[in-house]
């Protein structure tokens, strides 16, 4: 049974940074493509960052140059490195696996964590 949990999340300062993990179960991440996606009340739910096997990332263009994503296929787990945060960029963040690699569209992935939430103040 595929299970996704997210953690790091919480409030910081504009500037500040958090880090994102994503612990996964039930299967091996680095046979899957894996993403992490942002959504706040009443807005659609949008891609961040996605992962390819050989590690390759994407990102949305809001973020390029301040969230890296990567994996550590020893301890089974997915990562979100957020620097020099935005209040923007307050949202619940989800990771989400079994979807094509490197999408940032929602609709492609079908396994879902539950979320953290990440409030930036300025």
């Known amino acids: 049974q595929v299970r996704l949990v997210e953690s790091g999340g919480g ?5 500040g940074s958090l880090r994102l993990s994503c612990a996964a179960s039930g299967f091996i991440v680095s ?9 706040t009340p ?13 590690g390759r990332p994407s990102y949305e263009d809001s973020v390029k140059g301040r969230f890296t994503i990567s994996q550590d296929n020893a301890k089974n787990t997915l990562y979100l490195q ?8 307050s949202a619940m963040y989800y990771c989400a696996t079994d979807g094509p690699c490197g999408s940032l569209v929602r609709s492609y992935y079908a396994s879902w964590g539950q979320g953290t939430q990440v409030t930036v103040s300025s």
């Open 11 to 15: 409030s910081v300062q504009s500037g």
């Open 31 to 39: 046979n899957y493509c894996m993403g992490w996606f942002r959504q």
């Open 42 to 54: 009443g807005k659609e739910r949008e891609g961040v960052a996605a992962i390819r096997r050989d």
């Open 82 to 89: 957020m620097n020099s945060l935005k209040p923007e960029d």
